[in-house]
């Protein structure tokens, strides 16, 4: 057993607690009384400054043996059960009180950790910025211009406000690319990170591979000339639990994270108007093979390539979906692996059906996660295309069963749910993939302690 001492101890002070009162009532047992507080005491002490067994001081052995002495000879004396019972329920009652705090706090924590950036990509993003700002740079936007907006070239897009992760997902496409020159990858990030992203990408290159860094705060849109200002929203996650379509009505209920398109995803037709197909990857994934065969799809009409997800069905998430404007068969879809014919969508005018729905629904129900989840999947109603199965593995951000062999056959990778990859957090048998795509010899890295 894990920390067995420890564990040995807290037990031998919880019935050294129960009875220590009745010891004390004795008629001519101070001397019993006092070594039994002592041995309280040390053992209090002890457990202070020790939660596993290596934080044990070296003679602890005695002190339990001790401990456990006191506590026979304390059984040996005839003292009123009632009130031993009494004080047991009383500390009970303690600790389960102190179990419930505990667990809350570790709840909160928890939350806390995921959704605060650690502090090695702050100061990661922070020293990017000043940098850029101090040194001369040799920026070849004009150079590149032509190739952002060429067609004929295989275009990703990432949404991200994160360095570290548009970088790693960057680099893994194009370490499995057959040919890297055809490549053109377009980062769209807020004001606050956009020098850092910036100055990164112009010190580290990817083959023949080109990145273009967008500030989508800065970007000037039709519909937003005299609309509220832009901003970046993040791709949207939803913590589902479910049963299978298929299981059997006693099967244990299977929790999924289901993310969706955000709002900044339904700018994409208007932010590259000269283009007419892009993959959109999100920043929690990898990627193990040449993605080059999506763009020969033949997408049949459909506007969103999507893994989808039919174990979940569209019925299945009612609470959040609500109504019956919808098909409750079809299958569930995910992002962070999307190819999009942006002709089709603008053919269909996509973007207005989403602002409409969204508007329509905001007027009906509360949450703007929940009017987000349900304007995000019924504007693509009928337009997914379904990819195959091992295009796209889900899952290595929350889920610790995942088969080996399954990972190693997908072509990308999603760490989808709480326990992102660059977190301490993360699953540590999924870290190693994402980890040997990073950059270990980047200076700024070594100073933030980010390979630590």
């Keep these: 057993m894990k920390d067995s001492m420890v564990k040995k101890l807290k037990g031998q002070l919880f019935v050294a607690r129960a009875y220590y009162p009745s010891v004390a009532k004795l008629p001519r047992q101070d001397k019993l009384s006092r070594e039994l507080k002592q041995n309280i005491q040390e053992l209090e002490r002890v457990l202070s ?85 101090g040194s001369p740079l040799n920026d070849m936007e004009l150079s590149l211009a032509e190739k952002y907006i060429d067609p004929t070239l295989h275009h990703y897009v990432i949404f991200s406000n994160n360095v570290l992760a548009s970088s790693v997902v960057i680099n893994s496409t194009v370490m ?107 920043d929690d994934v990898i990627v193990q093979q040449d993605l080059s065969a999506l763009w020969s799809l033949n997408m049949e009409g459909k506007v969103n390539g999507a893994v989808q997800f039919c174990s979940l069905r569209l019925g299945q998430l009612k609470k959040y979906l609500g109504g019956n404007s919808y098909d409750k068969k079809s299958c569930a879809w995910m992002s962070g692996l999307n190819v999009i014919d942006l002709d089709r969508w603008r053919e269909l005018d996509l973007t207005e059906t989403y602002r409409k729905l969204m508007h329509e629904l905001a007027m009906h129900e509360g949450s703007s996660e929940v009017v987000a989840l349900h304007a995000s999947l019924l504007s693509f109603q009928d337009l997914i295309y379904a990819l195959d199965g091992t295009w796209l593995l889900s899952g290595l951000g929350h889920d610790y069963g995942i088969d080996i062999q399954a990972i190693s056959k997908a072509a990308v990778l999603h760490y989808n749910g709480n326990m992102k990859p660059w977190l301490e957090l993360g699953i540590p048998k999924y870290r190693g993939y994402w980890k040997k795509y990073l950059n270990r010899d980047d200076q700024f890295l070594s100073q933030c302690n980010v390979n630590s």
């Design 49 to 133: 400054e020790s939660s596993t067994d290596g934080d044990l001081p070296p003679q602890i052995a005695k002190k339990l043996q001790m401990m456990e002495a006191t506590i026979a000879k304390a059984k040996s004396f005839i003292v009123d059960c009632n009130n031993v019972d009494k004080k047991l329920r009383q500390i009970y009652d303690m600790t389960e009180d102190e179990a419930n705090f505990h667990m809350k706090q570790s709840a909160f924590l928890y939350q806390l950790a995921v959704q605060t950036m650690p502090k090695s990509l702050h100061c990661l993003s922070m020293r990017l910025t000043v940098e850029y700002f």
């Design 176 to 282: 499995h690319a057959k040919e890297s020159r055809n490549q053109v990858f377009h980062v769209l990030t807020d004001g606050q990170n956009y020098f850092a992203m910036k100055l990164w990408f112009l010190r580290n290159t990817y083959k023949e591979a080109t990145v273009q860094v967008l500030n989508i705060e800065h970007l000037k849109l039709d519909s937003h000339i005299k609309a509220t200002p832009l901003y970046l929203s993040l791709p949207e996650e939803f913590r589902v639990s479910f049963l299978n379509v298929d299981s059997p009505p006693m099967a244990p209920i299977r929790t999924e994270y289901i993310s969706i398109f955000s709002h900044s995803h339904f700018l994409l037709p208007e932010i590259f108007q000269n283009l007419k197909k892009v993959v959109v990857l999100d």
